[in-house]
């Protein structure tokens, strides 16, 4: 079972968007799925059509005192189950803080999983914190869409150093441009220099469309109501390398 986190420092990149139309890809291809939100703002959770709410709450998820197993819920999609955010997710950090070596609290929940999935796809919050240190420790690979803008970069390089700093040498980063806009000069300047100096990056651009935030509205994959669509195409070929890198 390899565990995939769609990460970034910030907000409104995508990775909600990224982590949805990755794990339907994977699961039409045949793999046994299960995303987790962690964000407790639901969007993942909307998109799958489940109401977001867990048992017991952020503490069933991180406690160990409730199996996994009792707070996935199946999805419309075949092979494809999810672990609905919760509002209380708002104090994860808070909850592991509680919990001892809570940095490795994540990756002992999801470990007896293994005979289960394929896949674990984590969507996570945009932050720095004891939760994302969590996701760190448990993540075979981030998966993190950057804007081709200078601050979106700047937060990528935080990110490796936080990585270095940590010793986290068995963490993959891989990233990839989400919302592209090629006719902007600073995005196809950004877009097509980025590799040269960071040879990790994934060579899969997601272009802007406006079918992206039809996901909203649809509460589907993109690949479910929009599959000739330019994004839904990004989406397959970015998985594809993905799973390549990862084994």
Not at 4 to 11: D, L, P, T
Not at 81 to 108: G, Q, V
Not at 165 to 172: I, Q, S, V
Request: hydrophobic share 45%; aromatic share 8%.
């Amino acid at each position: 079972m390899k565990v995939v986190a769609c990460y970034n420092i910030k907000g409104g990149v995508g990775k909600t968007a990224t982590a949805v139309n990755l794990a339907f890809v994977a699961a039409r291809e045949g793999a046994r799925v299960l995303v987790v939100d962690l964000d407790p703002q639901g969007a993942a959770t909307f998109y799958f059509r489940v109401k977001p709410k867990v048992k017991g709450g952020g503490k069933g998820l991180v406690s160990g005192k409730r199996d996994l197993d009792d707070l996935i819920k199946a999805t419309d999609h075949d092979r494809l189950d999810l672990i609905p955010a919760d509002f209380s997710f708002r104090n994860l950090d808070l909850l592991l803080d509680a919990e001892k070596k809570s940095k490795k609290r994540l990756a002992r929940q999801l470990k007896p999983l293994a005979g289960d999935y394929d896949y674990v796809i984590l969507d996570c919050p945009p932050s720095v914190s004891l939760v994302s240190e969590a996701v760190f420790h448990a993540a075979d690979a981030l998966v993190v869409p950057l804007i081709p803008t200078t601050l979106s970069l700047r937060t990528y390089e935080q990110l490796g150093t936080f990585r270095e700093e940590e010793k986290l040498t068995g963490l993959r980063l891989l990233p990839f441009f989400s919302m592209v806009d090629r006719r902007k000069t600073m995005h196809r300047d950004i877009v097509d220099s980025f590799p040269e100096s960071h040879g990790e990056a994934l060579p899969v651009s997601v272009p802007y469309s406006s079918v992206v935030e039809r996901m909203g509205s649809e509460r589907a994959p993109l690949a479910a109501f929009a599959p000739k669509s330019a994004p839904a195409a990004a989406y397959e070929m970015l998985w594809a390398e993905i799973a390549r890198r990862i084994g």
